[in-house]
């Protein structure tokens, strides 16, 4: 059975940059398709960015694009989410999620089969 953890979450002033990670237990990710979403008091559910299970495609909310960039490891069985010039509208609890079937698209979907605990991020000054 996949389980997910993520790490990395923090306090970071605006502007500045944090890097999620999401470490893979219990099966291989190499034929999941994965993703990153969020969730801030109040708001809904966002998916923030997603990749195929062969890298090919990626995908990135408009909020985000251009500021973070998805990635994974294979031979690590790990997953990350980097994010760069940071704003307070950022501020959320950020999930790792993975799924054989949902695909990576426009906008990215947050609807998977599986996910961690989640990592809180905090922007602020």
């Known amino acids: 059975q996949l389980q997910l953890v993520e790490s990395g979450g923090g306090l970071v002033q605006p502007g500045g940059s944090l890097r999620l990670s999401c470490a893979a237990s219990?099966?291989?990710?190499?034929?999941?398709?994965i993703g990153w979403f969020r969730q801030a008091p109040g708001r809904e559910r966002e998916g923030v960015s997603c990749?195929?299970?062969?890298?090919?495609?990626?995908n990135y909310a408009d909020s985000v694009k251009g500021r973070f960039t998805i990635s994974r490891d294979n031979a690590k069985n790990t997953v990350y989410l980097l994010m760069n010039n940071l704003k307070p509208e950022d501020t959320a609890v950020y999930y790792c999620?993975?799924?054989?079937?949902?695909?990576?698209?426009?906008?990215?979907?947050?609807?998977?089969?599986?996910w961690g605990q989640g990592t809180q991020v905090t922007v602020s000054s």
């Open positions: 999620a993975a799924d054989t079937m949902r695909l990576c698209e426009h906008p990215p979907p947050f609807d998977y089969d599986s």
């Open positions: 990749m195929n299970n062969d890298g090919r495609e990626t």
């Open positions: 219990g099966v291989t990710l190499d034929y999941y398709n």
